[in-house]
T-cell receptor, first 114, second 117 residues
Framework: AQSVTQLGSHVSVSEGALVLLRCNYSSSVPPYLFWYVQYPNQGLQLLLKYTSAATLVKGINGFEAEFKKSETSFHLTKPSAHMSDAAEYFCAVRTNTGFQKLVFGTGTRLLVSP | EAGVAQSPRYKIIEKRQSVAFWCNPISGHATLYWYQQILGQGPKLLIQFQNNGVVDDSQLPKDRFSAERLKGVDSTLKIQPAKLEDSAVYLC???????????????FGPGTRLTVL
């Protein structure tokens, strides 16, 4: 079975600071990995996804993530936080075969202060 | 392109009542998903349709939850009777492909927030 662990339910940064949201996965087969963002009272929006091509994946809004097999990690980063980045971020995993479902982590709420 | 539509956006009911949610996926999308998101948790898949057939309903509490996708387009999710622990946001998502190994993005609707009193 696949699973993801997101370290830290809340992360606080100042505007302009580096954003680092952590995600570690568990999978017995090569995984596909995803980061989604959820703004208040809205659905989830895909930020980026890893599907076994390049290990460094660039997404929307200046976010990127690096797949590290040796560390079973897929951390999300952004060099400089904006106030508009404040939201809930979810990491998710699925296998690369069949109709396998997305399995989400518990989420990390990013707080950005002026 | 219109996104995934869901209604109602909010619903408050008392326990043991029944409730239904509606989802209209993005036009042409073959796959439709219903997720349950309890406060403080990530979304959990309840049921996945491929066109109008069920692909995965392993986490659907079938004694009280039911879902259908007639004609492979719109879908409804029903809870009867509702329990307090069903309070959650119910998210609908769709993706284009009918391929088993697809990496297509899932597009999410805004969700229906259910409160059971």
């Amino acid at each position: 079975a696949q699973s993801v662990t997101q370290l830290g339910s809340h992360v606080s940064v100042s505007e302009g600071a580096l954003v680092l949201l952590r995600c570690n996965y568990s999978s017995s087969v090569p995984p596909y990995l995803f980061w989604y963002v959820q703004y208040p009272n809205q659905g989830l929006q895909l930020l980026l996804k890893y599907t076994s091509a390049a290990t460094l994946v660039k997404g929307i809004n200046g976010f990127e993530a690096e797949f590290k097999k040796s560390e079973t990690s897929f951390h999300l980063t952004k060099p400089s936080a904006h106030m508009s980045d404040a939201a809930e971020y979810f990491c998710a995993v699925r296998t690369n075969t069949g109709f396998q479902k997305l399995v989400f982590g518990t989420g990390t709420r990013l707080l950005v202060s002026p | 392109e219109a996104g995934v539509a869901q209604s109602p956006r909010y619903k408050i009911i008392e326990k043991r009542q029944s409730v239904a949610f509606w989802c209209n996926p993005i036009s042409g999308h073959a796959t439709l998903y219903w997720y349950q998101q309890i406060l403080g948790q990530g979304p959990k898949l309840l049921i996945q349709f491929q066109n109008n057939g069920v692909v995965d309903d392993s986490q659907l509490p079938k004694d009280r939850f039911s879902a259908e996708r007639l004609k492979g387009v719109d879908s409804t999710l029903k809870i009867q009777p509702a329990k307090l622990e069903d309070s959650a946001v119910y998210l609908c998502a769709s993706s284009p492909s009918f391929l088993r190994d697809s990496t297509d993005t899932q597009y999410f609707g805004p969700g229906t927030r259910l409160t059971v009193l």
